[in-house]
Every structure is written in C-alpha cells, then in structure tokens.
C-alpha cells in the first residue's frame, strides 16, 4: 500500500497479545472441549493488530464467489462455496461476515446452524467435523454492504460509488462482501463471478475467464490460482475504459475510469505496467502470477494505493494534473513479489512488505534515470527518527514512515554489507523458497544468513528496530 500523505488517524489499540487458545475461549465464551475432544474453533486468528479478525480451527483451501450486485439498489446478492479442512475436531467454526444477511448456510450438502455475533457468522455443522477433515461451506447472503467504519486508512470495504462499487482495504475488507477466514494467515485460490447490469465493468484479481450475458446483466468472470490473502482480493464495478491483452505469455487487464483522462497521467503510468514488472523480475525473481493488470478509480475517497493480488487499484490522487506516476506503479508490482506472494504470517511483520515495496522504488528510480538507490538511501538516513521500529510498529503505526521508510533503509544497509551479487541471491532465494506462503522476520533474517553464510541478526536489529543511528555500511 502507498498513502497519499494524509495523517493517518491514531487509533486505540485492543491491548490483546499473543492470543493463547484458552483465552480466546474464555474471551468469546466459547465452551470448553467435549469428551470426544471436538471444540468450537477459535473466533480470531490471535493477531493484535486485527482483534476480531481471522479464525480458527480450519484451513481455506478455495473459494468460489458467485455475486450479483446492483448499483442502482446497492444490493449485492451472493453464494460463497468455501471448500476448507480442519485442523482440530470442530463442534462449530466461524467465518468474517461484516453486516449482509446470510438466508441458509450447509456443510457438506446438510443445512448447518447459524447465528451473527457481530462480525462473526458462527456455523455449527450438523455432523461435528474430525481433525483433517475436507468439508465445503455454502453460504447463501445478501444486503447493502458497508464501508470499514476504521478511519486509520482512508475508506475501505465496500464503497458504493456513482457508477457501480469499490471494494479493497488493507488490512482487511474482504468480509464486507463475501464470508471468509480473513487474516492473510490463511491464503486460498478463488473463482470469482460477478454479475452486474450490462455496460458496466466488473473487475477483479486474476486471469479473466468467459463473460456471458442474460435479461440485461452480464457475468464477469475471473481466477486466481495462485494462494491469496484476502485482503488483497478486491471487486471494481463501474464505467471503466478495460484494455486486455497478453505480457510474457499471460494476459494483462489493465482498467481506467472512464471519468479520468483517456491520455492522461493515469492511463499513461497503468501503460508502463508490463514493462515495470519485467524490471522488477530481473531483480527479484520470475513474477509470481499467472496474470497482470492494474485499475485506477477516480473515487477519491481511495486515499492509498493498494498490491490487490495480480491487479493492484491505484486511487486518484497519486496521478492528479496528468502527472505520470510509475513509482507508485512499481511500488504496488513490487508487493506481487513482497506481501502477494510471500505474505506476512502477523501484521507486525508489515515492513517485510513495505520496506522491500518501498525499496523497489529506489530500484526503478535509478533503473528510470532519477536518483540512484545510493543517494535515496542516504536522503533518507538523515531524517529518520530512530526511536520509532520497523518490527512491531504498533497497529496506529502500521503504514508509518518507520515501516516503509526505515524499512528500506534496512533492505539497502544490508545490501551494502553483504554485496549486490550475494543481496539479490538473497531477494530471489526469499521470493522462491516462500513463494505461494507466509513468512515471518525471522524468517527472513534467518534465510539471509544461510544464503550468505553471514551472521545478519546484529545489523538488521541495528537497522530495523535499534533506538540510535547505526553506523553506515
Ligand atoms: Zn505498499
């Protein structure tokens, strides 16, 4: 995600950390397990960051989205079939559901109980289900969906918008469309088809499929199979100018409103898209997806710009008076690689997606004639507030300057240290042993070393979370 220089709104913070299975029980006044060990799953994946969000106790391997959604009425009408295993013996298991009514829910083909509990659809299946069990979820909801009620981050959610809707957000906005497990701890592939009046664009993430046409609605189609975080799915209805065509090999959907300048600052970046990505897999490793693309809204209640899987969305404001901007183009293609394809398992490891985002800039900057890496990197040092970590930033400090800023301070130190040859073995070792995964800090520090044989721990502490100025490499 790249902000357009808003002050973030502070935040109070849900003083929850490091969930233990017994508290989130005795938090959600779950019951305890029955004699046969089956239990209800946790309602929360445990991450302080995103109290509520996320849950327990199953694994999402698919989900297949079947929406319908009418701008005129602002009702979205939706079937989720949500195919997932358990890992423990599930009494009942819940899923994020933000607002919309949910009609019949079944698990494996019997109709399940179900009841809202705020954010929560919360399903007791009539056969409780075995640890490692497959089982596949239908749910059948609809309603007028809402916006994320969090000021932090610009408007997220579902946006109804003049022409048609926008949904996206990070870190999560995926649940006010459709139900699902959202945290990006739990990555799965999606099929989604959405149906809108006809003469409207609906876009989404991945290789376009077939579009069909009935009684004045057309049925976009669209697939991702590669294993995505749910908040980098999004859904784009409206009046889009759509360009479709094919980069090495897959194809490449790119979309502008049609509000915005055909030639204009917008269109002419977006244009850009395939020879940036080309850069950034010299540098990174072959591009992780089997499709690209990029949209730009014209809402300008979307104050960010944000990685959505295979085809980011780009608010307005970063391309206003015409002006051309590829930074923030190879900003959100840099995250294909750092945060779509390797994806944070805790939200406070978010400068491994930022930090390498951001130091992707500096790459394309000097790649595109501007200002070499070198002396960003040292523009940036000597502002930098110190006292403020990269590691654990807080969750009002997600998408602050010491995570994105600091964060690639650290990313060019430890180039610096270990050499441009050994550093990029390091980056495409990183995207292809995680690639598809979740991954931590330790992780990372961990990986770097064996790659280099170097003890690293020391100076990416230094750089990442120590309180003074380290010592320039
Ligand atoms: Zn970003």
């Not at 999606?190 to 003469?199: L, M, Q």
């Not at 395939?274 to 014209?298: H, K, M, N, T, W």
Request: hydrophobic share 40%; aromatic share 10%.
């Amino acid at each position: 995600m790249v902000l357009t220089g808003r002050t973030p709104r502070r935040r109070r913070l849900a003083t929850v950390t490091a969930l233990t299975c017994a508290v989130v029980l005795g938090v959600m006044g779950c019951t305890a397990a029955d004699s046969d060990g089956f239990r209800p799953g946790a309602a929360d994946a445990g991450d302080s960051y995103v109290p509520g969000r996320g849950n327990g106790g199953y694994d999402v391997a698919h989900y297949n989205l079947d929406v319908r959604y009418d701008p005129t009425t602002d009702r979205l009408t939706g079937r989720a079939t949500i195919a997932a295993t358990t890992t423990q013996a599930l009494s009942r298991f819940n899923l994020d559901l933000a607002g919309l009514d949910v009609g019949a829910v079944t698990v494996d083909k019997t109709r399940a109980e179900h009841r809202r509990d705020d954010g929560e659809l919360v399903v007791t299946p009539h056969d409780r289900l075995p640890r490692g069990r497959p089982f596949t979820v239908v749910v059948d909801y609809g309603g007028v969906p809402t916006a994320v009620a969090d000021g932090a981050l610009g408007s997220g959610g579902f946006l109804h918008t003049d022409d048609g809707a926008i949904a996206l957000g990070q870190p999560d906005s995926a649940a006010t469309w459709f139900p699902v497990n959202d945290h990006p701890s739990d990555k799965a592939s999606y099929d989604i088809a959405v149906t809108v009046p006809d003469g409207l664009s609906a876009l989404s993430n991945g290789v376009p499929g077939p579009k069909t046409s009935a009684d004045g609605w057309t049925t976009w189609r669209w697939s991702e199979r590669t294993p995505m975080a749910s908040y980098l799915s999004t859904l784009v209805v409206g009046n889009y100018r759509v360009v479709s065509g094919s980069h090495a090999g897959r194809p490449i959907v790119t979309a502008v409103s049609a509000s915005l300048p055909a030639t204009g600052g917008a269109a002419t970046s977006l244009a850009r898209t395939g020879e940036i990505v080309d850069f950034l897999a010299s540098r990174f490793g072959p591009y992780p997806f089997d499709s690209y693309g990029g949209i730009v809204v014209a809402d300008d209640r979307i104050g960010y710009a944000l990685e959505t899987q295979s085809r980011p969305v780009y608010g307005p404001a970063f391309f206003t008076d015409d002006r051309p901007n590829p930074g923030v183009v190879a900003h959100e293609l840099a995250h294909q690689w750092f945060g779509d394809s390797v994806s944070l398992s805790r939200w406070g490891d978010i400068w491994l997606n930022e930090g390498f985002a951001s130091y992707a800039e500096w790459l394309w900057e000097e790649h595109d004639g501007g200002r070499t890496a070198q002396r960003n990197f040292e523009l940036q040092y000597a502002v930098t507030d110190w006292s403020q970590p990269s590691v654990e930033p807080g969750r009002e400090r997600m998408f602050g300057t010491a995570v994105y800023k600091r964060g690639a301070l650290a990313v060019h130190a430890l180039r610096r240290t270990v050499g441009d040859d050994t550093f990029f073995r390091i980056l495409r070792t990183w995207t292809t042993e995680r690639a598809g995964g979740n991954a931590t800090t330790a992780d990372f520090v961990a990986l770097a070393e064996r790659v280099s044989n170097r003890q690293l721990r020391p100076l990416l502490d230094a750089w990442l979370v120590g309180g003074a100025a380290p010592t320039l490499p």
